[in-house]
T-cell receptor
Framework: DARVTQTPRDKVTEMGQEVTMRCQPI?????VFWYRQTMMQGLELLAY????????DSGMPKDRFSAEMPDATLATLKIQPSEPRDSAVYFC???????????FGQGTRLTVV | SQQGEEDPQALSIQEGENATMNCSYK?????LQWYRQNSGRGLVHLIL?????REKHSGRLRVTLDTSKKSSSLLITASRAADTASYFC???????????FGTGTRLKVLA
């Protein structure tokens, strides 16, 4: 049963700490997305990769956020330093180029205190 | 913001009634998709309609697309308590295939 796996599921950290979220896309998928979901802003696209190359990260605060795909089986989203306003659920999704179905992970619930 | 708008924001209906949700968007699209999200969980794909299609059916779901008005609607017929969830439209842009999600409709179906 192929699925997108995100770790950790929950993370509580203190302001100023580095946070790393990981995502294992479905094998064979060549497109990976990172989204942030909050009550106020809904689902915001943070970054978008195709064949491991970043295509669009315009939705991401560049000063503290970074997204990478070290290899085809791992995508990472880092926040350094974290702030309370970063508290949200972060979703990773993967799919195939051509814009068909996107498969979502279960999300990482981040709380920055 | 490129984000689409959905209305209503929240909808409460009785089991057996139909539920209609609307989505408006701003950009040129390759296709439009609808997703469902149960509380606290990841989104699950429901149905996809391409820009050259006007209507699509899947089980109790009916989706329409009007590209001239940049709008879509999702109809769930004969709703069930298990349909209680949030529903999101996602536009997939032409060329870049970027997925932009709407603001969502929270549906509550009362048994």
């Amino acid at each position: 049963d192929a699925r997108v796996t995100q770790t950790p599921r929950d993370k509580v950290t203190e302001m100023g700490q580095e946070v790393t979220m990981r995502c294992q896309p479905i094998l064979g998928h060549n497109t990976v997305f990172w989204y942030r979901q909050t009550m106020m802003q809904g689902l915001e696209l943070l970054a978008y990769f195709r064949n491991r190359a970043p295509l669009d990260d315009s939705g991401m605060p560049k000063d503290r956020f970074s997204a990478e795909m070290p290899d085809a089986t791992l995508a990472t989203l880092k926040i350094q330093p974290s702030e309370p306003r970063d508290s949200a659920v972060y979703f990773c999704a993967s799919g195939l180029v051509g814009g068909t179905e996107a498969f979502f992970g279960q999300g990482t619930r981040l709380t920055v205190v | 913001s490129q984000q689409g708008e959905e209305d209503p924001q929240a909808l409460s209906i009785q089991e057996g009634e139909n539920a209609t949700m609307n989505c408006s968007y701003k950009t040129s699209i390759n296709n439009l998709q609808w997703y469902r999200q149960n509380s606290g969980r990841g989104l699950v794909h429901l149905i996809l309609i391409r820009s050259n299609e006007r209507e699509k059916h899947s089980g109790r779901l009916r989706v329409t697309l009007d590209t001239s008005k940049k709008s879509s609607s999702l109809l769930i017929t004969a709703s069930r308590a298990a349909d209680t969830a949030s529903y999101f439209c996602a536009t997939v842009s032409s060329g870049t295939y970027k997925y932009i999600f709407g603001t969502g409709t929270r549906l509550k179906v009362l048994a």
